[in-house]
């Protein structure tokens, strides 16, 4: 449930804005780097500590997280326009969707025990647990709802 949370709920935040873009777009581009972003979050975020998988400043920063999701933003720009399906002046809105796809999952990672880091420090806005099955269903309903607004 937690990885079907962060692919609805960045695919909402990034679909909501853009409102300037066309439809058809929108609803492409938002879902489609959400389903890349998400599991390079996690897939490179994470490291065994203790027994434990915990994440990892690498990727679960403030700092580097938008970097990952732009990378990825505008890799998908790159092999887009290379394939005449994306413009040109489509580079910076690609790698800006990714960027919010990233921060959208900093943002529910931050409401666990875990947190995110800022700096060297994790820090938590909640201490809700990952599998917490009303949160998760709270931000599935709300990335929904930014998706179809």
Known sequence: MKMLTHLVFGAGSAAALSLMLPTDLRLFLAPALSLLVNPVIDEFGHVVRRGYAVRSPLTHSVFTAPLWGGAVGYIVWAAGSSL??????????????????????????????????????????????????LLNGAFVVLGLMLFLA
Do not use: C, K, Q, Y
């Open 84 to 133: 005449g399906v994306m413009s040109p002046g489509l580079e910076s809105v690609s790698v800006l969707f990714g960027a919010v796809v990233a921060i959208s999952h900093l943002l529910l990672d931050s409401m666990t025990e875990g947190g995110v880091f800022v700096l060297t420090r994790p820090v938590a806005l909640a201490h809700f647990g990952n599998s917490n099955l």
